[in-house]
């Protein structure tokens, strides 16, 4: 079966995608309002430059342009020009420029306002008063501009990445931290047995785990005074039970001893019949049995199956004699098998037992057997614990016997007679007693 | 063999009783705990004791018996089949263990056994000079020939045989004779002493004087 996705790797995908996401996106808002606004500084900047060049630029202008047709140029400065300036007359003369400004005009337009000239420049055009109609080109370096501004955005845009980056790596130690006591309480729900105080549920530390935490110890007490009930109420009826059987089978072994011999085999037959009951109380009160958890010790199987006797059924012994199991459920187990051995005919059943996986116990029987669509039924009836009357209590009890042994019960496709293998991983090997 | 039954259930008690009496053992059947202690001074050969009774728990007296000295061989009969239970009950101080529902004849075969144990011999024929005992067919046989004895015939030589090479008191046999029903003579055990002495011959069966009786290891 496919593992269902973890909640954490889910939200930490999500968180991280997300976070990534809104990382991008305000590095992109970042980087675009940083640029805009620096630009609209410098803008602004150049502009109040251009302003203070024509409040500087005015009383010169009443000489005129040289003669030889040349812009008159500002000394060179000793500083690097970071603003270049221009002063255009109508005919698209430079009559005067600073060092560094070039002696075509920077714009053909006279228009007042920005423009970029080419790549090179950006430049702010002023209109001149006076008749001459001069205008005056403050322009700078659109290189530099661009840097400044890329500078600027660079720097806002990494550190807004950064901090969106540092909040990914937060949110996944946060996230991990607030799943922390969800695993806890998963890991001890899962060691936890009802029925061993060492594995009670820890408390928990987030309220939201306090329903789920509340409701399994409840559960779990309900469970433990439900397996209290069946314990007391499985004592009191094999008491109830038990005594009156053997009471019973007692009575009548008396009464044959006792009878006329034309009597006897009536007697017979009813004590057989009693055994019969017998066998079934002690399976119905294994049954409650096999869902608790198996008492393992060893025995040796020799001596269990001498217990288990049917008239007129020879029983023999086979492989590993000493093993790990529960005893009284294997006997439980057994004698149902046998018995519904006794009842198809068979004259001789084998228990044979092997190492695999834990222990295989192997009962064949040379009886009537079951037809293969019978047998097929039954394997899938016995597969999905779909007990009905036609599993019959003594496979339903063996392959609940099976079941807590952490094993299965299969019934093995022979050519003839019946075998019926009981899978027990718990079950092992064991040496047998000196 | 002579045996005290504590058991409370009517139908399981009687039926154990008749058919351990049918097997030539006395049996002395009490349904409670209380009844029991009456005769804690008697001399019974084994004790089958229940674990449930309406006064107490069984593996409980057999305990406080234990500790006053009182070695009687106990089987104790239960219904609880768990291995912790049998571990608890043979603790006690038990020598046995059955589980109900269970057959009279193993019962019986146990008892046997339990007595078998009890003359430190563990084979369950027995010869004597020229007297065979078995004690699981309970069959006598003198010089190959079978003979016949009476239930309480073979309660007094299985009681004897069981003990072979020690006394047994008269009381204790007599105690082993009267719990037979209409056996109410005052001398009847030296009756049935002397009707086995005359099947089996005079000297299987030795009197010391004052004391009780005796068959030579």
């Not at chain 1, 096999?290 to 060893?298: C, F, K, M």
């Not at chain 1, 008239?311 to 000493?322: A, N, R, Y």
């Not at chain 1, 496709?413 to 040496?431: F, K, M, Q, V, Y």
Request: aromatic share 4%; hydrophobic share 45%; proline share 5%.
């Amino acid at each position: 079966m496919k593992r269902p996705p973890s909640i954490r790797s889910r939200l930490s995908t999500s968180v991280v995608l997300i976070a990534l996401v809104w990382s991008i996106a305000v590095t992109a808002a970042v980087w675009t309002v940083v640029r805009h606004e620096i630009a609209e500084l410098q803008d602004s900047t150049l502009e109040e430059s251009a302003q203070i060049i024509f409040g500087l630029l005015s009383h010169q202008l009443s000489h005129p342009a040289r003669e030889d047709g040349q812009a008159s140029t500002m000394p060179a400065p000793p500083h690097v020009e970071h603003l270049i300036w221009q002063v255009v007359d109508v005919r698209g003369r430079t009559i005067l420029r600073s060092h560094d400004a070039p002696e075509r005009p920077l714009l053909e337009r006279r228009t007042p306002g920005f423009a970029d000239a080419g790549d090179a420049w950006r430049v702010v055009t002023m209109e001149m008063p006076g008749a001459d109609a001069l205008v005056l080109h403050v322009a700078q370096d659109a290189e530099e501009r661009r840097e400044v501004g890329f500078e600027a955005a660079k720097y806002t845009a990494q550190f807004a990445l950064g901090i969106g980056l540092a909040c990914v790596l937060w949110l996944r130690w946060r996230l991990k931290r607030e799943l922390l006591p969800v695993a806890q309480l998963s890991d001890a729900v899962r060691r936890f047995d009802p029925l061993d105080p060492g594995t009670a549920l820890p408390p928990v530390t987030r309220a939201e785990l306090e329903p789920m935490h509340h409701a399994i110890t409840e559960l779990s007490a309900r469970l433990l005074q439900r397996i209290a009930n069946e314990r007391a109420f499985s004592a009191h009826a094999a008491h109830a039970l038990r005594t009156p059987l053997a009471g019973l089978d007692a009575q009548l072994a008396v009464a044959l001893r006792e009878s006329p011999a034309d009597l006897r085999p009536r007697l017979l037959r009813t004590r057989a019949a009693a055994n019969r009951l017998q066998r079934v109380v002690t399976a119905l009160l294994a049954l409650f049995r096999s869902g608790a958890e198996p008492d393992i010790h060893a025995f040796l199987m020799r001596d269990l199956v001498a217990h288990l006797t049917f008239d007129g059924l020879s029983t023999t012994v086979g492989g590993i004699d000493c093993i790990r199991a529960d005893a009284d459920l294997i006997a439980a187990a057994l004698m149902n098998l046998l018995d519904n051995s006794a009842r198809h005919h068979a004259s001789s059943a084998h228990i044979a037992v092997r190492e695999e996986n834990g222990i295989v116990i192997r009962v064949s029987d040379n009886g009537s057997g079951i037809p293969r669509p019978k047998r097929e039924m039954l394997q899938q009836a016995i597969a999905a614990q779909a007990y009905s009357e036609r599993t019959g209590l003594g496979l339903m009890l063996a392959d609940l016997v099976a079941r807590a042994h952490g094993g299965s019960l299969t019934i093995c496709d022979e050519p003839t007679g019946c075998t019926i293998e009981l899978r027990l991983p718990h079950g092992s090997a064991a040496t047998p007693p000196v | 063999m002579r045996l005290l039954l504590l058991e409370d259930d009517t139908t399981l008690g009687e039926a154990l009783r008749d058919f351990l009496s049918s097997e030539g053992h006395v049996v002395d059947w009490f349904g409670s705990l209380a009844e029991a202690k009456t005769l804690e001074q008697e001399a019974f050969d084994l004790l089958l004791v229940d674990w449930n009774l309406p006064d107490g728990a069984g593996t409980d007296w057999i305990t406080s018996m234990r500790r006053r000295g009182n070695t009687t061989p106990a089987i104790i009969l239960t219904a609880r089949d768990r291995l912790g239970d049998r571990i608890r009950g043979l603790d006690s101080g038990a020598d046995d263990y059955m589980v109900k529902p269970f057959a009279p004849e193993e019962l019986a075969a146990r008892v046997r056994a339990m007595g078998r144990r009890l003359s430190g011999v563990s084979s369950h024929l027995r010869r004597f000079g020229n007297v065979d005992i078995d004690l699981t067919a309970r069959a006598i046989q003198v010089d190959g020939k079978p003979v016949q004895v009476t239930a309480r015939e073979w309660a007094l030589i299985e009681a004897l045989v069981l003990r072979s090479g020690r006394i047994v008191s008269k009381s204790d046999l007599e105690a082993l004779v009267s719990g037979f029903e209409g056996e109410n003579m005052s001398n009847a055990l030296e009756v049935h002493v002397s009707h086995l002495r005359r099947k089996l011959g005079k000297d299987l069966i030795e009197t010391v004087r004052g004391m009780g009786y005796r068959i030579p290891a």
